[in-house]
């Protein structure tokens, strides 16, 4: 009986564990949103932005080699 009991124990653990294995992992996915317009963002922010970028060389990896700068990242 002992043994029947400590199987139940077991089972009821490793199925609390995966409902809260369920629960840590779970995320649930962004509404879609409209991209901001291509001319929606200053002047000055954008030219921040491209010395930012050059600061980190985000273009080494977020360019496919060969391909247009920034379409890609390659991995
Ligand atoms: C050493 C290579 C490397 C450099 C340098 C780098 N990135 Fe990345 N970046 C990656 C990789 C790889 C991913 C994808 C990570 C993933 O999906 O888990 C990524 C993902 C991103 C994302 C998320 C894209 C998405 O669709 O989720 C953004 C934003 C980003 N990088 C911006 C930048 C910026 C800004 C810089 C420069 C400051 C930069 N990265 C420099 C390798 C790099």
């Known amino acids: 009986m002992i043994k029947r009991k400590a ?3 077991a089972v ?15 995320r649930p996915a962004f509404d879609p949103i409209e991209p901001p317009p291509a001319n929606g963002f200053a002047a000055e922010a ?3 932005g ?3 970028a050059g600061v980190g060389d985000c273009v080494v990896c977020h360019t496919a080699p060969g391909g247009t700068p920034y379409a890609a990242a390659s991995h």
Do not use: M
Request: hydrophobic residues 70%; glycine residues 16%; charged residues 10%.
């Open 7 to 9: 199987v139940a124990i």
């Open 12 to 26: 009821g653990l490793i199925l609390a564990g995966g409902v809260a294995y369920g629960f840590l992992v779970w």
């Open 46 to 48: 954008i030219a921040k």
């Open 50 to 52: 491209e010395v930012l």
